[in-house]
């Protein structure tokens, strides 16, 4: 029985298949969308801070109340298509972020599982090395390389919970 089991839910095959076919279908509606920018055209076009945000939504809401009042440099309908893209990619941008944070909660957790379980199985390697029992020598030795020697020890680190 595992001493360290903080997470159990595991994906099933028809969980793994649900997220695989989703990822699927977002990677193909924004293919035709993919714009590839080099560094200096992510520092060049960057990202407008709240402030211009804000700046962008009020001409966007006179470009819809007082249409007569706005310039006629400006492609309006070009305009209006590009501040509706901004918001549709907002809002599911939030999404993507909220469902990262999920998956590395638990990956967060998995690794800590799998990491407590191995030091578990380590420090029974060493207890069996020192029995002399059959095949524990080359595992150990194998593992130890993970454990610098504190004080000459050899000992593994200690469990962080």
């Known amino acids: 029985m595992p001493f360290y089991d903080v997470v159990q839910q595991h994906f099933s095959t028809d969980d793994l298949k649900a997220l695989d076919q989703s990822l699927d279908a977002l990677e193909k509606a924004l293919e035709t969308k ?4 080099t560094p200096e055209e992510r520092k060049r076009y960057g990202s407008i801070n709240e402030v211009n945000k804000l700046f962008v939504n009020k001409v966007y809401d006179f470009s819809q109340s007082q249409p007569s009042a706005c310039s006629p440099d400006v492609d309006w309908n070009e305009f209006t298509s590009d501040y509706q893209d901004r918001s549709i990619l907002e809002t599911r941008l939030a999404r993507l972020r909220s469902l990262m944070e999920i998956m590395e909660n638990a990956k967060i957790l998995h690794d800590f599982d799998n990491f407590q379980n191995a ?5 029974f390697t060493q207890y069996k090395k020192d029995t002399d029992e059959s095949g524990f020598v080359t595992k150990y030795n194998a593992l130890r390389q993970f454990f610098p020697r504190a004080g000459g020890t050899g000992a593994a680190p200690e469990a962080k919970a």
Not at 34 to 37: D, G, S, T, V, Y
Not at 119 to 123: G, I, K, Q, R, T
């Open 34 to 37: 993919k714009q590839n920018l």
């Open 119 to 123: 030091l578990v199985d380590y420090s």
